[in-house]
C-alpha cells in the first residue's frame, strides 16, 4: 500500500509528496476508508489483546505474569496440566484468590470452545437472548461471577461452540497480511519482469513473453488442488503456490507503459544526460508505470483475499486450526439456520473489499501530477 | 459593397465562467479573404468551430451567425448539418489525423459526394478524380485508390482540399492548413488555395497565427489576443500602420537580429567524418536487410568554439537524425571527435564523462520533461550522475543558478512541468542541458513549437548563452528565419546528404544551389517552387 507508506513518513515531507498527500487527503471518500480500514487493521493485528481465551496480564503472589505471549504449566498455580486453561473456574478461583487477571474485552480465542453456551449447536447472537437465556448453562446461572459481557456471544457461535466474533478478527487478520505479502511480491516480481521486457524489447521481450503465455496456460486452481493434497498447506506454502501465478498479472501492463515510454524524448533526454539505464528505469519509466500498477493493485489485493477466502471456503486452503473468513464463509452455507454466520462472513469481505477498492482509487489520484482538486 | 456571406456579431464562446471568446464581430463576402491572426490560445479556432455548430459540448455559444440568410446559432442539428461540407467546406491542421487511415481517399471523397449531392459509383469516381485533379494531385488515376499513408503530407492537405471544395462550397474556413507542412509545400498549398479561391468565387476564412502568410493572401485581417478582437482592417493599412499595441507587438516579434560575434580563431570543438545513419530495410520471413534508408549519408561538418551551425532542410532531410547520431542516441558509422575525443568507439560506459560535455534541447517541450518529476529534480539529474560528489545542498545551489540564467525564478524549482507555459518548458530543457556546463549544445528545432513571440525571446536567449558561456551549438530548423538570427554558418540538407555548406550571410544572401534558392525563396517569399509538384513520398521513417 504505497498510500500508507506515502503517510506513515516523518513530518519532514518533499514538495512533492505533500502535493500527494493533499491529493490523497482531497479524495474524501478514499481518505476516510483509509482510517477506517487502518483502525481495523491495527486493532486486528493485536487480536491476541482483543480476543483471547488467556488473560493479558496476571498477577498473581506478586509476580507479574503475561499470559498472551508466555505459557504457563498448570503447576504454576498448583495444577497439574502442561498448559494452564485460564478459563477453567479451578484457576480463576486460585487467581483471583492470589491476585488480579486482566482479561481482553472478548474472552475466546478463535479456536475456543466455550463450554457454557446456552444451547447446542450454533447459538445466536447475545443481542438477540435475554440475560437469562445467555447464563442459563452456567453453575449458578444469572448470579454467576462468569457470565460477564466478556463471556457473551456478541455475534454469537457456529456450529462447534467457538465465538464468531473472535473467529472474524483472527480470520480478517489472516486474510490482509496474506493478501499485503501476495500483493507485494507478486507486484516487485511482475514489476522487475515487466519492466526489463519493456525496456530492452528485441530478444528478451519475444521470449519471456512466450513463456509468460505458457505459464499462464497452466491451469492454476487444479495444480493448487494437487500440491494442496500431497504437501499440507500452511501459509507460506499457500502463499509461495499463489505467488507463482500471481506475478503474471502486472506484467503486461507494466511492460506496455515500458515499451510505450521508453523513447519518449524526456527518456532520450536522460540517455543525452548520460544516465544509466538502471535509473532511466527508476526514475524516469517506473513512475509512468507506476500509475496503471496502482490502478490495478487494490484489485490484486482483493483478489488475493478473495482468492484466499474461496480456497478456505472450498476446503483446500489453510489448516483446519487456523481462523479463517473462508471455514467461516462455508459454515453458514452448511448451516443455514444459523443465518449470522454466513451473514457476519458476507458483510465483512464485502466492506474490507470495498475499503480496499477506495483507498486504492485515491492512491491512483495522488500519484497523477495532472489531477487538480478544487 | 455586396450583401456580405457571412456577417459575424458579438460572438461569444463560454467555458464554465471564463469567456474564450468574446464580442467577436466580422464580415465576409464573397470572393474575399479574411485572415484570423492570433497567438495559441487567442480564441481563433473555437470562433471557426462555433461559426457552424462544432463547438465542444461543454462551450456554451452566444450572439448571431447571419451565413447566406440563415442564422447559425441556435439553428437545428439539420440545418447545420446541411450546410456543414456542402456550402461551407473545413480544412483542418494536421491531415494526417483528419483522414482516415482506413480508407482511401478516392472513398473518403466519395463519401461526402454520395451524402450530400446522392453521387453513386460511377459518377461519384469521375467527379474525385476531377477534384484530385483540380488541387493538383498528379496522377489521380494513379492515386485514388491510396490510403492517407502513402501520400506526402501536402498530398494529404490536397486531398483535404479536395474533400472540402468536392461541393462548390460558398465559403471554405482553413485552420492553420500549412502549419504541419514544409517550407516549400507550404507555398504551394497557398498557391493552390488562392487560385482555387478566384476559380470559384469562394470567401476564404484562414486561420493563422503566421503573419507572413497573412500578408501572403488575405485581403482583410482580423487580430485576436485572449478571445477578443483587438483590430481588424485591410491587410495594407494592418501592415503598414498597426493601430493596437497587440498587433504592432505581434508584428515586431518575428525573430530577428544577429547572430552572436565570433571569437577569434579557435579550434574545433566537434566534428565528423563522413557520419552515415543507415536504417536497414527487412523482409521477408527471415528479416533479411535488402537494403538501407539513408538518413543521414556521409557528412562531414566542425564546429568551432561559439560557433553556431544551422542545419536546414525539409522533413525527413535527415537533420534531425544527424544531431541525435552526434551524442550518439542512434547507431551511426563513421568518425565523431568531440573535445578530441573519439566518440564513437566508446561503450556506453565510458561515453558518460563525455555527455557532460554535449548536451540536447528537444523539439517538443510538452514531450522532453517527464511530467512526474518537479523541475528541480530534472534539471539537477544531470548533476547527479557527472557530479555524485555534490551534496544536496550544492545541487539545489547549482540548480537555482541555471533555472536564474535562463530567466526563471528558483521556486519553480519545487513545481512540475505541466504548470508551465511552452516557453517556459523550453526554458527548462534549456537549463537542464546548461547546468552541466557543456561545451556544446544540439538544438533540435527548439523553437517550433512556440508561438512567434515567444520563439524570438528564446532566440535572445540561446544567442545570451552562447555570448556568455562561448557555447557551440548544432541549431536543427526547418525556419529560416529563425537560422538566420542565429547560426553563423549553415549547412542545407536533402536526403541525407549536405547540397550545400558555407558562411550563414553569403548563402542567405548568394545561394549557389537550385535547392537552396527555393528553400529561400518559399520562407521568405513564400513562393512556390516551379515544377509545382510534391510526388515525393513521404519519409519512411520518422526520426523528426
Request: glycine fraction near 8%.
Amino acid at each position: 500500500m504505497s498510500g500508507a507508506s506515502e503517510i506513515i513518513r516523518p513530518p519532514r515531507l518533499s514538495p512533492l509528496n505533500q502535493r500527494r498527500l493533499a491529493n490523497f487527503r482531497a479524495n474524501r471518500r478514499g481518505w476516510w476508508s483509509f482510517w477506517i480500514f487502518l483502525f481495523f487493521f491495527v486493532l486486528t493485528l493485536g487480536a491476541e489483546f482483543v480476543a483471547n481465551d488467556r488473560p493479558i496480564l496476571v498477577m498473581y503472589k506478586g509476580e507479574l505474569l503475561t499470559p498472551a505471549f508466555v505459557d504457563y504449566p498448570e503447576s504454576k498455580f498448583g495444577g497439574f496440566l502442561g498448559v494452564t486453561n485460564f478459563r477453567h473456574k479451578v484457576n480463576i478461583d486460585e487467581i483471583e484468590a492470589n491476585g488480579w487477571m486482566l482479561w481482553p474485552p472478548i474472552r475466546f480465542n478463535h479456536n475456543t470452545v466455550d463450554s457454557f453456551i446456552a444451547f447446542p449447536g450454533a447459538n445466536p447472537p447475545s443481542w438477540l437472548l435475554t440475560r437469562e437465556q445467555i447464563c442459563q448453562r452456567y453453575p449458578e446461572g444469572v448470579e454467576d461471577s462468569f457470565c460477564v459481557p466478556g463471556n457473551y456471544h456478541w455475534l454469537g457461535t457456529d456450529g462447534g461452540g467457538r465465538d464468531v466474533l473472535a473467529r472474524l478478527i483472527h480470520g480478517f487478520r489472516i486474510s490482509i497480511l496474506f493478501g499485503l505479502v501476495l500483493t507485494v511480491l507478486s507486484s516487485i516480481i511482475g514489476v522487475v519482469a515487466g519492466a526489463m521486457q519493456g525496456y530492452f524489447g528485441g530478444w528478451v521481450d519475444l521470449i519471456a513473453q512466450r513463456l509468460i503465455e505458457i505459464w499462464t496456460s497452466v491451469p492454476s486452481l487444479y495444480l493448487l488442488l494437487i500440491i494442496s493434497s500431497v504437501i499440507a498447506p500452511n501459509f507460506w506454502v499457500l502463499l509461495g503456490i499463489l505467488l507463482l501465478f500471481s506475478w503474471v498479472s502486472l506484467v503486461g501492463i507494466v511492460r506496455a507503459e515500458f515499451l510505450r515510454a521508453r523513447n519518449f524524448e524526456y527518456v532520450n533526454a536522460a540517455r543525452a544526460l548520460g544516465v544509466s539505464n538502471r535509473r532511466i528505469m527508476w526514475r524516469h519509466l517506473l513512475p509512468n508505470a507506476m500509475v496503471a500498477t496502482l490502478t490495478f493493485m487494490p484489485f490484486i489485493l482483493s483478489g488475493s483475499v478473495a482468492t484466499l477466502t474461496s480456497l478456505d471456503f472450498l476446503g483446500f486452503g489453510l489448516p483446519v486450526t487456523a481462523p479463517s473468513l473462508g471455514r467461516l464463509l462455508s459454515e453458514g452455507k452448511s448451516s443455514l439456520d444459523a443465518p449470522w454466520l454466513a451473514l457476519t462472513g458476507f458483510l465483512t469481505v464485502a466492506i474490507m473489499m470495498t475499503l480496499l477498492v477506495f483507498i486504492g482509487e485515491a492512491v491512483r489520484d495522488a500519484f497523477d501530477p495532472r489531477k487538480t482538486f478544487r | 459593397m455586396s450583401e456580405p456571406l457571412l456577417s459575424v456579431r458579438d460572438l461569444s464562446v463560454h467555458f464554465g465562467a471564463g469567456a474564450a471568446v468574446d464580442k467577436v464581430s466580422f464580415d465576409l463576402t464573397a470572393g474575399e479573404t479574411l485572415a484570423l491572426v492570433g497567438e495559441s490560445g487567442s480564441g481563433k479556432s473555437i470562433t471557426a468551430l462555433s461559426l457552424l455548430g462544432l463547438q465542444p459540448p461543454t462551450a456554451s455559444v452566444t450572439g448571431q451567425v447571419h451565413f447566406d440568410g440563415t442564422e447559425l446559432v441556435g439553428a437545428a442539428t439539420a440545418t447545420l448539418r446541411a450546410i456543414r461540407g456542402n456550402q461551407v467546406g473545413m480544412i483542418f491542421q494536421e491531415p494526417m489525423s483528419s483522414l482516415n487511415p482506413v480508407h482511401t481517399i478516392g472513398k473518403q471523397i466519395g463519401e461526402v459526394l454520395a451524402v450530400h449531392q446522392g453521387l453513386r459509383r460511377n459518377a461519384a469516381r469521375a467527379r474525385t478524380l476531377d477534384l484530385l485533379d483540380a488541387v493538383g494531385i498528379p496522377d489521380p488515376q494513379g492515386r485514388i485508390d491510396d490510403y492517407p499513408h502513402q501520400l506526402s503530407g501536402g498530398q494529404r492537405q490536397r486531398a483535404m482540399i479536395a474533400m472540402a471544395l468536392a461541393n462548390e462550397p460558398k465559403l471554405l474556413i482553413a485552420d492553420e492548413p500549412t502549419t504541419a507542412l514544409d517550407v516549400t509545400v507550404q507555398a504551394q498549398v497557398l498557391d493552390l488555395l488562392k487560385s482555387l479561391q478566384q476559380a470559384h468565387g469562394m470567401a476564404l476564412l484562414f486561420i493563422t497565427h503566421d503573419l507572413s502568410i497573412v500578408r501572403h493572401i488575405a485581403d482583410r485581417v482580423c487580430v485576436m489576443t485572449k478571445g477578443e478582437m483587438v483590430e481588424t482592417g485591410s491587410t495594407q493599412t494592418i501592415f503598414a500602420a498597426p493601430a493596437h499595441h497587440y498587433t504592432r507587438q505581434l508584428l515586431a516579434a518575428a525573430p530577428a537580429g544577429d547572430p552572436a560575434p565570433l571569437p577569434a580563431q579557435s579550434a574545433n570543438v566537434v566534428s565528423t567524418q563522413d557520419l552515415k545513419v543507415w536504417f536497414p530495410i527487412r523482409r521477408g520471413l527471415l528479416r533479411r536487410t535488402v537494403g538501407h534508408i539513408r538518413a543521414v549519408d556521409g557528412v562531414d561538418l566542425g564546429i568551432r568554439k561559439g560557433e553556431t551551425l544551422g542545419v536546414v532542410g525539409e522533413s525527413g532531410s535527415g537533420k534531425s537524425s544527424l544531431g541525435y547520431a552526434l551524442l550518439r542516441l542512434i547507431p551511426s558509422t563513421g568518425r565523431i571527435v568531440l573535445l578530441g575525443n573519439e566518440v564513437q568507439s566508446r561503450s556506453w560506459n565510458a561515453l558518460r564523462p563525455l555527455r557532460k560535455h554535449m548536451q540536447i534541447v528537444f523539439q517538443d517541450p510538452f514531450g522532453s520533461l517527464s511530467p512526474r518529476m518537479s523541475v528541480g529534480e530534472i534539471v539537477g539529474e544531470g548533476l547527479k550522475v557527472h557530479m555524485p560528489a555534490l551534496s544536496a545542498q550544492e545541487r539545489d545551489v547549482k540548480v537555482a543558478a541555471a533555472l536564474k540564467e535562463v530567466g526563471l525564478e528558483v521556486a519553480t524549482a519545487a513545481r512540475y512541468p505541466h504548470e508551465f507555459s511552452g516557453g517556459q518548458r523550453q526554458r527548462i530543457a534549456i537549463a537542464r542541458a546548461l547546468v552541466l556546463e557543456p561545451n556544446f549544445l544540439v538544438l533540435d528545432e527548439p523553437t517550433s513549437a512556440l508561438d512567434v513571440s515567444i520563439q524570438s525571446q528564446i532566440i535572445d536567449l540561446l544567442r545570451d548563452i552562447q555570448q556568455r558561456r562561448q557555447l557551440s551549438y548544432l541549431f536543427i530548423s526547418h525556419d529560416l528565419r529563425v537560422v538566420k538570427a542565429l547560426a553563423h554558418r549553415l549547412i542545407v540538407m536533402r536526403n541525407g546528404q549536405v547540397v550545400e555548406q558555407g558562411e550563414a550571410a553569403a548563402i542567405f544572401a548568394d545561394p549557389q544551389q537550385a535547392y537552396t534558392r527555393q528553400l529561400l525563396a518559399a520562407a521568405f517569399d513564400l513562393a512556390a517552387p516551379p515544377n509545382v509538384t510534391d510526388d515525393r513520398l513521404p519519409p519512411p521513417h520518422t526520426s523528426e
